[in-house]
């Protein structure tokens, strides 16, 4: 049975909702599901922008032949070409052998590198700010370089302002009904998991979004509906998801607040861990959160850390480095590019403690632009009595480089 939404009365959202995939790109919990968005126009000519991973293939095919109502599929236009969105191409140009496949350069190389049988139909390459017309809509092509792969691009309808925005601007967690962002409360119900989409996949590519971004500056009035390939459509408030997309990418803080992360492996470390969230709280830091390093998975640690503007990292020493799960975590953050950030180090070690000194070092050499507060609790196996003042100035000192 199909299932589809108008997004606008010609324009039609054929995608799925996905329920059932444990790990997005087998990596990321998506304990809310996923959607993967497709459109079809219905002009005096029909297109269908985008396709939907290839689980969800029946369900794009079945909507796609109710809106379509009889009229034939003219036009396939390819935005992005990673498989949770482009794994249908082949089977909709099985269904619509007469279809039309509108992309670009490298998009068609990578179509042929995944095995897609494209040639033998009729491709239309673009370039960079190419326009083609529908009938009544003429739309426009923008290169989207990196956000996500190298062949992203957005298409831009002139006609009635819909951007097809490909990743940008998407978001983990299924629709179930609900298209649009003002739908919802996407402040409580969905910004954790569009931080945790944006920053784990295209976090490392911000000098990137910044350019998509500088594109869309100038034509920023004339943008009405975002229309990505996950998660909600904005039709209102553009330019509260636009300033998240602006802040993230910047690598500034999106609060003041502190994550603390803590590496423990029989509670003493989640002790001093817990002991600093207090006396936050005491001083007035009460946008506070903590996590288990070994059973918070990596995704959600990064989003905070691109949510905060402190950090705390609480590690025993383990094989005279930092604990593994811990040590993956920094590697992440470098590989997601998080910079200016301030830094706080708690270490613990019942012989030889080393890990605060390799954290700072990690720090110090493999991130960028970060502040690493001179005052670090150091811990022989436990938090004792005798501790208590040197915890109390390194909760000062985090309180006060948030001007508290
Ligand atoms: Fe949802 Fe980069 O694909």
Not at 98 to 105: A, L, R, T
Not at 126 to 148: I, N, P, R
């Amino acid at each position: 049975m199909y299932c589809v939404r108008n997004v606008t009365e010609d324009l039609y959202w054929v995608g799925a909702n996905d329920h059932r995939l444990a790990l997005f790109e087998n990596c990321f919990p998506i304990p809310r599901g996923v959607s993967y968005n497709a459109y079809c126009l219905l002009d005096e000519k029909t297109a269908l922008f985008d396709t939907v991973d290839w689980s969800a293939c029946r369900q794009l095919l079945e909507n796609l032949e109710y809106v379509l109502d009889g009229r034939p599929l003219d036009y396939l236009v390819i935005n992005h070409l990673e498989p949770d969105h482009a794994a249908c191409i082949e089977e909709v140009l099985l269904r619509y052998p007469k279809v039309k496949v509108i992309s670009n350069e490298k998009a068609f190389m990578l179509m042929r590198q995944f095995g897609f049988h494209v040639d033998k139909h009729e491709l239309i390459e673009v370039k960079e700010g190419d326009t083609f017309s529908f009938g009544k809509h003429t739309v426009t092509f923008v290169f989207a370089q990196m956000v996500h792969w190298p062949e992203a691009m957005v298409t831009f309808d002139l006609t009635n302002g819909v951007l097809f925005s490909a990743d940008a601007f998407g978001s983990f967690g299924a629709l179930d009904g609900k298209l649009f962002a003002d739908e919802v409360n996407f402040d409580r119900d969905w910004l954790d998991d569009a931080r945790r989409y944006l920053t784990n996949i295209v976090g490392k590519y911000g000098p990137h979004i910044q350019l998509l971004l500088g594109k869309a500056g100038g034509i920023l009035d004339l943008i009405k509906i975002v229309c990505p390939l996950h998660g909600p459509v904005w039709r209102k408030d553009l330019m509260y998801f636009i300033g998240k997309y602006d802040t993230w990418s910047k690598y500034e803080p999106e609060n003041k607040g502190v994550m603390i992360v803590y590496a423990s492996m029989y509670g003493n470390t989640e002790n001093a861990a817990q002991s600093l969230a207090s006396k936050l709280c005491e001083r007035g830091v009460t946008d506070v959160v903590v996590h288990d390093v070994s059973s918070t998975h990596v995704s959600y640690m990064i989003s905070d850390a691109f949510k905060y503007s402190h950090i705390v990292l609480a590690s025993v020493t383990y094989n005279l480095g930092i604990y593994p799960a811990m040590h993956n975590l920094l590697m992440d953050m470098k590989a997601l590019n998080l910079q200016n950030r301030t830094f706080a180090l708690i270490e613990n070690g019942s012989w030889a403690v080393k890990s605060g000194d390799l954290m700072q070092k990690f720090i110090d050499e493999e991130l960028k632009n970060m502040t690493v507060l001179n005052e670090r609790l150091t811990l022989a196996s436990s938090l004792n009595a005798d501790k208590v003042t040197e915890l109390n100035m390194l909760a000062d000192a985090i309180a006060e480089s948030m001007g508290k």
